[in-house]
């Protein structure tokens, strides 16, 4: 809590926080600027992770400022352990490769499930939404497989998007079960998907393109601009609307008397 971390920006493998097969963790108002991840989640590595069977879990992540990273909120790659019931909320991600992370591949596990990004604000981020299987495999250690499901992306608000985002999984290991919520992103926003099933897109502008990403769309009510979502516009319209009320309870009534015909 309350941590400050700075790394330089060409350092490698200087990750900010590695929570490592590790359960009941709070990470909570820290300020971040790392030459590689942030904040990575673990749980071990190929064999010997899968024969450990530590998982990650129970972990929080919320009013986090990420200046600068490779990855701000990870997931992997070494992740034989699995990790499970992991909420990112109410934080801030600026100038990162990648905002929202799910990395793994063969020979580096595991079961990921159960995990909430929420309420977050990303600025100048090329990828701001990141979950792949195909991270740096190892053949020999295929029975490691990875297995994402359960996934859940709310209230995102993306500006001066780079690259676009990615949701690549195996043939053998679908991604299943990812829900976007209320995902508004600008810049040069894509989308690339492969091998995802059972996910769904809901209130997501730009939206993954169906049947080819795999994400059913459920747009049944419109998408919040860009411009309202500003904490300024929202100042504004409570102001106007707080005036208005004001005018109506007490503006709007005549004085008694005031008014004498002759």
Aim: hydrophobic share 40%; with cysteine.
């Amino acid at each position: 809590r309350k941590v400050r971390i700075e790394n330089p920006p060409e350092s490698p493998n200087t990750d900010g926080i590695n929570p490592d097969s590790s359960t009941d963790v709070t990470i909570e108002d820290c300020d971040i600027s790392t030459g590689d991840d942030a904040i990575a989640i673990k749980s071990g590595y190929g064999q010997m992770g899968k024969k450990l069977n530590m998982s990650s879990a129970r972990i929080v992540v919320r009013s986090v400022h990420v200046r600068r990273a490779r990855g701000a909120f990870v997931i992997g790659s070494e992740i034989a352990g699995g990790a499970s019931d992991i909420i990112f909320s109410n934080s801030m991600i600026s100038n990162a490769l990648s905002g929202i992370r799910i990395k793994s591949g063969l020979g580096r596990g595991g079961k990921v499930s159960q995990v909430v990004f929420s309420n977050l604000i990303m600025e100048k981020v090329k990828h701001p939404i990141s979950i792949i299987m195909n991270y740096s495999p190892r053949k020999a250690l295929e029975d490691v497989m990875p297995s994402f499901s359960k996934i859940k992306i709310n209230n995102v608000r993306a500006y001066g998007v780079g690259l676009g985002n990615d949701v690549c999984c195996l043939p053998s290991s679908p991604c299943s079960e990812i829900t976007l919520k209320d995902v508004v992103q600008s810049g040069n926003v894509s989308w690339r998907c492969c091998f995802v099933e059972r996910s769904w897109a809901i209130q997501v502008d730009p939206p993954p393109q169906y049947p080819i990403c795999g994400f059913k769309p459920k747009a049944k009510a419109p998408v919040t601009p860009l411009w309202m979502s500003s904490p300024l516009t929202v100042m504004l319209v409570t102001a106007s609307v707080v005036g208005f009320v004001c005018w109506l309870l007490f503006g709007s009534r005549s004085p008694r008397n005031s008014l004498k015909i002759v």
